[in-house]
């Protein structure tokens, strides 16, 4: 049997690109409200509380271009929340790092984004979000 276009918009892999999208827009606006007019928090929550790692890393974390994420990192530079190190032993490559600055910002942003997401959540009983979690984990591991 042939599905119908109704079924693949109550599927499971419909249903979580939609929620996808809606809550990114809704972190957007979060973050619009915060300053933000562009995903360049998104490489600070990711370098937020780490050590120093590669650009091309970094970018890979973002699932963003190298190129596009240069354009982030320099204004999260001029905004002096970013350091830039040469790689000890690569030295076409680039260490990056939060500045104390960045970590203090990396924590402030954290701290709302969970919020946030406690409030979406807040009427989702916690074995719900623990098997929505498994599930996660083991999508995950079939997509690689």
């Not at 979060?30 to 091309?56: C, F, N």
């Not at 999260?76 to 350091?83: H, S, V």
Request: hydrophobic residues 40%.
């Amino acid at each position: 049997m042939t599905p119908s276009p109704c079924h693949l918009l109550t599927s499971f892999s419909y249903q979580l690109m939609q929620l996808a999208r809606r809550w990114r827009r809704s972190d957007v606006q979060l973050m619009a409200r915060e300053g933000y007019t562009d995903v360049s928090w998104v490489p600070l929550l990711h370098l937020y509380g780490g050590g120093p790692i590669m650009q091309k890393e970094l970018a890979a974390r973002c699932g963003v271009e190298t190129s596009s994420l240069m354009r982030l990192l320099d204004k999260l530079k001029a905004q002096g929340l970013l350091d830039r190190q040469p790689h000890p032993v690569d030295q076409r490559a680039w260490l990056l790092e939060l500045t104390p600055a960045g970590q203090e910002e990396g924590k402030r942003l954290t701290q709302l984004i969970m919020d946030a997401e406690q409030a979406r959540l807040k009427d989702v009983p916690e074995e719900l979000r623990e098997a929505f979690q498994q599930l996660s984990e083991t999508a995950m591991r079939n997509l690689n």
